[in-house]
């Protein structure tokens, strides 16, 4: 690697079940990520706010409960304060028929109950080198 990731793993609306973003998370650190994790609960406003005063290259956000249905307005929210370009990545409980909104509001990626640790890794290591190049050309 030749820079260090940096992912926000957070969960929005009212799901509190977390341990799924724990181990992505833990997984994340041991691939030698930088990694902030927020407990759940948290609103759209505050994780905008987080993306920013860390500087993430990826947003990953858990749901097992429906909250990815909100994950649209994050998507606007996060293109309204000038972050637009950095990677959001979704895992979790997601019908089929569900993951082309997500697709279409600029999510980049659905992980589904399944998906393998080292795809999880490997996505967000390239997703963030891609952000990281777009953030040096317009530079």
Known sequence: MTFRPKVLVTKIGF????????????????AGMEVIYTPPWQEIAAVVKI?????????GISSLATD??????LMGALRAAG???KCVI???IVPDEEVPLLLDAGVAKVFHPGSSMDEVVDFVRQAAER??????LAG
């Open 15 to 30: 799901d509190g079940h977390d341990r799924g973003s724990r181990i992505v998370a833990a997984a994340l650190r041991d």
């Open 90 to 92: 979704v895992g979790g």
């Open 51 to 59: 993306a920013r005063e860390e500087d993430v290259d990826v947003i």
């Open 83 to 85: 972050l637009g370009g």
């Open 68 to 73: 990815h249905l909100i994950v649209p307005h």
């Open 131 to 136: 952000v990281q190049q777009q953030y040096q």
